[in-house]
């Protein structure tokens, strides 16, 4: 992946309730998604400053992450990180951004623990490795 930002911010396990799904009974009854995100971006201007402003505000990214998975379900997991990507990259600071979906109540006929789907984007386009 190329990165300039040697920094990460993760935030993990953001927890959500919405209509995603193929299945009429997903969009119907909806199911709680588990969301991670790591950022990639330099965090040294607002370790010298101290301030808020020179840095991601990581409760209002979570806010937004969260309002766009709770919003316009759709069928698949790629689109919802897709999405989920886009909000974060809205912030020029992000250089990157690697989602997870976690999908533990997808409708498999299987005892299993996770259904997860792992995407990284950066600003520009997919990140390459």
């Known amino acids: 992946m ?3 930002a040697t920094d990460e ?3 993990t396990g953001i927890e959500c309730f919405a209509h995603h799904g193929v299945f009429d009974f997903e969009r119907r009854e909806g199911q709680v998604f588990l969301i991670d995100l790591v950022l990639g971006l330099d965090t040294a201007p607002a370790a010298a400053s ?8 990581y ?3 979570v806010a937004t992450a969260k309002a766009a998975v709770e919003r316009d379900p759709v069928d698949l997991i790629e689109t919802l990180a897709q999405r989920i ?3 974060c990259l809205l912030d020029s600071r992000v250089e990157w951004v690697r989602v997870t979906v976690h999908k533990p109540d997808a409708p498999i006929d299987a005892t299993y623990s996770d259904v997860a789907l792992t995407i990284t984007r950066a600003n520009g386009g ?3 490795d």
């Not at 101290?50 to 505000?57: C, S």
Request: aromatic share 0%; hydrophobic share 40%.
């Open 126 to 128: 997919p990140a390459r």
């Open 50 to 57: 101290d301030d808020l402003h020179d840095t991601v505000d």
């Open 85 to 87: 990507a886009d909000v």
């Open 2 to 4: 190329t990165q300039s």
């Open 9 to 11: 911010l993760a935030i």
């Open 59 to 61: 409760g209002s990214l």
